[in-house]
Each structure stands twice: as structure tokens, then as C-alpha cells.
């Protein structure tokens, strides 16, 4: 099986496994082993006190991705480290896209840069994540 192929088959797993993900809206435009592409539209129930969207939609997105990109690999990773940082406001309607991009790869760590960005193609916000790569594949029957 070649690498795009295996990708997509654990993302089809993830996701299909992930309703929080679903419940935002992504949609998976791109996904490979080390990078992923989502895309999705701010709705009203995401929106702060301020009326635009809460920092944690735009997170959520970049750490989906971080997730899926991670794990395109075959072998499943989580989480160690995150950031974020908002560069740009978003509002009701706005369509966001986020791309995940291998930095560096070894046997247990990776690290991911996510950058988000509206419709116009302006920067909305900028993540680095961290995974802890597991002994454990995703299909190991295979």
C-alpha cells in the first residue's frame, strides 16, 4: 500500500470516529502521510462575546489537521505540545483553511507547523504542534 493510500485510510478511520471534528464542519480537502489540508465556515454558535470567532475554532481546526497529518504515517501519535498564535480576526461566514506541514520526523517525536488562513489567503493564526509517535499502528493486520 503506498503512502497516500495508507493515509487516507487512517483518516477515514479517525475521522469517521470524531465527532467533535464533524461537528465543526471540516472538511478534509488534502491528506498524506505528514500533511493535511481542512477546510471549514465560521458559523454563529462559534462566535465569542465579541462576535467574532472564539480562538478555540481556529485551535481546533490546526489541531485536527496536526492529528491526521501526524498519524497519515500509519502509526498512531498524540499530542504532546501545542501553540497558537492569532494573527487576524474571523467572523460569521468566514471559510478558513488549514495546512499541516512535517518539520521533523523521527522514530518517537514529531513536529508540525499548521498555518490557518481566511478566503482572501490572509495568515489567521499560526500553530507548532508536538506528537509522541506510539509503537502501535494503525492497521496491524496489515
Known amino acids: 500500500m ?3 493510500s495508507l493515509a487516507k485510510r487512517v483518516v477515514d478511520r479517525m475521522y469517521n470516529h470524531d465527532p467533535f471534528s464533524q461537528w465543526l464542519g471540516i472538511e478534509r480537502v488534502e491528506e498524506s502521510a505528514g500533511s ?3 477546510r471549514m465556515t465560521v458559523r454563529k454558535e462559534m462566535l465569542n462575546g465579541f462576535g467574532i470567532a472564539h480562538g478555540g475554532i481556529t485551535y481546533s481546526i490546526a489541531d ?3 492529528a ?3 498519524n497519515g504515517h500509519g502509526r ?3 499530542s504532546v505540545e501545542t501553540s497558537i498564535s492569532h ?3 474571523l467572523r460569521e461566514g468566514d471559510v478558513i483553511t488549514a495546512t499541516a506541514e512535517e ?3 523521527s522514530n518517537k517525536i514529531g513536529i508540525y507547523h499548521v498555518t490557518v488562513r481566511n478566503a482572501s489567503d490572509a495568515v489567521v ?3 507548532k504542534g508536538t506528537v509522541y509517535r506510539t509503537g502501535k499502528d494503525w492497521f496491524p493486520e496489515d
Do not use: G, Q, W
Request: hydrophobic letters at 55%; one cysteine or more; aromatic letters at 8%.
Open 2 to 4: 503506498n503512502d497516500e
Open 64 to 66: 485536527s489537521a496536526l
Open 87 to 89: 494573527t487576524e480576526s
Open 36 to 38: 493535511c489540508v481542512l
Open 125 to 127: 493564526a499560526l500553530f
Open 68 to 70: 491526521f497529518a501526524s
Open 76 to 78: 498512531r501519535a498524540v
Open 103 to 105: 518539520v521533523s520526523l
